[in-house]
């Protein structure tokens, strides 16, 4: 029995796919699986990503209601439905073209002398090289027992300083995030996986003693010389077909960038608005109006300014309009800028906006949480009415001075 997901793809501005973000209908969180073969700045932006994810989280977002807040970003795609988790997973480690020609533009084919070098210490590597003796293992007096260690010639340190020189060691391939690599069936490796191979194999020795010692005695080290020796004399070069990439999850088979967002399956969720449409920043409904609404606070001398602005359905709209005109009438007006200037442009630019909002229709169904209460009318709010005292201030100061000037 499978449990459906719902999943985004992020993309880069240059087009590599990031990663992925993916709930479950009954989830509680939203995961974030970073694309395996990735380059390093995409898993960068990956960190960046997931870090969004947990600020759209804070604000009280539903899973779903995260997916669909971000599938409106700049580069992502479209919520779509996989069979489950693992099919997320699947995608994830899917390796394109362009993963591998990133790798193979690491490797350094101007410094001739470089893949000499490589050359001639692969071919010079004897078998008592590749016999590699272990010390360590013996027990000290104090009862500690020294931990075996790999003891490599010469010829061998040669040989990984070669790979080091060509740029077949490179910390563009995030070694840790892939299974060790194995020597295919065939012998042979593609120029690219040489390359992963090689960055594996030399950076994995650092972790785990003895990783060297296994690539030279299954003959994958020979395997990665071979396969980048051959690229050099020839780039075209390509040893065995790449393998097939696995299908997107059913039914994600539309491609990157349609505007078409999926059907959500379960009964208790609610239809998804079109993404064709400006969706309410706060609740997720649709349609929606791209409006601002303002707040202005005097205080004597000093001033502030409150501006809420992006696409508003009817419903929040009205909430946002009526809670700072209300919060304006009654703080607006404490300093001579604000009670002649910045108080009254204030409630006329609010006034404007909210002839846009009302001219909507009800919302649909939310999909980022709950929707805005508009509350009472300003005109039923009592701190509003504080707005009488400026106004009636000015009124006694004129009856004044018209009174004085007769």
């Known amino acids: 029995m499978t449990n459906p997901v719902h999943y985004i793809t992020v993309t880069a501005p240059d087009g590599e796919v990031t990663g992925y973000a993916w709930a479950a209908a009954d989830a509680d969180d939203v995961e974030w699986v970073n694309r395996r073969a990735s380059s390093s700045s995409a898993y960068d932006a990956g960190a960046q990503w997931y870090g969004r994810i947990r600020e759209a989280r804070e604000r009280g977002l539903t899973p779903l209601g995260v997916l669909h807040l971000l599938s409106h970003e700049p580069g992502v795609g479209p919520v779509t439905e996989a069979a489950d988790a693992a099919a997320v997973e699947e995608l994830a480690r899917v390796v394109t073209p362009a993963d591998d020609q990133r790798l193979l533009a690491q490797l350094d084919r101007d410094d001739a002398e470089a893949w000499r070098e490589l050359g001639e210490a692969f071919d010079a590597l004897t078998d008592e090289d590749r016999d590699v003796e272990w010390g360590g293992g013996q027990k000290s007096p104090s009862g500690a027992i020294h931990v075996p260690f790999p003891k490599y010639s010469e010829g061998v340190f040669r040989a990984v300083h070669a790979l080091h020189r060509v740029g077949a060691v490179t910390p563009e391939y995030r070694w840790m995030d892939n299974p060790m690599p194995t020597l295919p069936p065939e012998g042979a490796l593609r120029p690219a996986d040489a390359v992963r191979a090689a960055t594996a194999v030399v950076r994995g020795e650092k972790f785990c003693d003895g990783t060297i010692d296994n690539a030279l005695k299954t003959g994958l080290l020979d395997a990665v010389a071979d396969s980048l020796r051959a690229w050099y004399t020839d780039p075209r070069t390509e040893q065995p077909a790449q393998p097939a990439q696995p299908p997107a999850p059913t039914p994600?088979?539309?491609?990157?960038?349609?505007?078409?967002?999926?059907?959500l399956p379960h009964p208790d969720l609610p239809e998804p608005p079109d993404p064709s449409l400006p969706m309410c920043r706060f609740c997720g409904g649709s349609p929606a109006a791209d409006v601002a609404f303002r707040a202005h606070r005097g205080l004597v001398v000093l001033m502030g300014f409150r501006k809420t602005d992006g696409p508003m359905c009817m419903t929040?709209?009205?909430?946002?309009?009526?809670?700072?005109?209300?919060?304006?009438?009654?703080?607006?007006?404490?300093?001579?800028?604000?009670?002649?200037?910045?108080?009254?442009?204030?409630?006329?630019?609010?006034?404007?906006?909210?002839?846009?909002?009302?001219k909507l229709p009800a919302p649909g169904p939310g999909t980022l949480g709950p929707r805005y209460d508009p509350g009472v009318p300003v005109r039923r709010r009592p701190r509003a009415y504080i707005a009488l005292i400026p106004v009636l201030w000015v009124l006694f100061m004129i009856v004044t001075g018209l009174s004085g000037g007769v």
């Open 316 to 358: 929040c709209g009205l909430a946002m309009y009526r809670a700072l005109t209300a919060h304006t009438l009654a703080w607006g007006w404490w300093s001579p800028l604000s009670l002649f200037v910045f108080a009254p442009l204030t409630l006329v630019r609010n006034v404007l906006a909210v002839r846009r909002v009302k």
């Open 252 to 263: 994600a088979d539309a491609p990157f960038g349609s505007s078409e967002v999926r059907r």
